[in-house]
C-alpha cells in the first residue's frame, strides 16, 4: 500500500511539472539538509546505486543546482554540495508541495491525520535512532 500510495505521489509530481525529478529533489533536499556529501554517502541515503546518483548529479550540475569539489587530503575523493541556485529551486517546490500534500489528505478526519503525525514521527525517530 505504501508503495501505490508513493507511486501516486511521484504520478501527481510529474503532473505538477517540476523542474527536478522527485529522485533530484530528494538529493537537493538532502545536501541542504546534511551538507557535502561524496557520490557514496549520497547513494546510500537515497537508496540508489552510485552510478545512478552520479546520473542525477550530472543532470543537477549541468542546471547549477549541485556543484563538485575535490577534498584537499585526497583528490580522488569528491564533495557534492548544493548551490544558491539549487536551494532557491528548492525553495520553490516546498512552497508548492503542499498542494499535493492536500490532494492527498485533505478528505481524511482530523483524527486521521493526527495519527499519521504520530505513526510518522515516530518512523522518523526510529530512521534517526539507527546504528
Known amino acids: 500500500m ?25 538529493m537537493l533536499y538532502l545536501l541542504n539538509k546534511e551538507g557535502p556529501q561524496k557520490v ?37 575523493v569528491v564533495y557534492v554540495s548544493i548551490t544558491e541556485k539549487g536551494r532557491h529551486m528548492l525553495d520553490e517546490v516546498k512552497e508548492t508541495q503542499e498542494e499535493i500534500f492536500q490532494t ?8 486521521d491525520i493526527h495519527h499519521l503525525k504520530r505513526i510518522f514521527s515516530q518512523l522518523l525517530a526510529n530512521m534517526d535512532d539507527k546504528p
Open 2 to 26: 505504501f508503495r501505490a500510495l508513493l507511486k501516486q505521489f511521484s504520478q501527481e509530481w510529474n503532473k505538477r511539472g517540476y523542474m527536478l525529478s522527485l529522485p533530484q529533489y530528494k
Open 40 to 76: 557514496s554517502q549520497l547513494a546510500m541515503a537515497l537508496g540508489n546505486t552510485p552510478a545512478a546518483v552520479t546520473g542525477l548529479a550530472d543532470k543537477l550540475f549541468a542546471e547549477g543546482h549541485i556543484q563538485r569539489e575535490r577534498a584537499e587530503s585526497d583528490r580522488r
Open 104 to 111: 492527498f489528505f485533505d478528505k481524511l478526519p482530523d483524527e
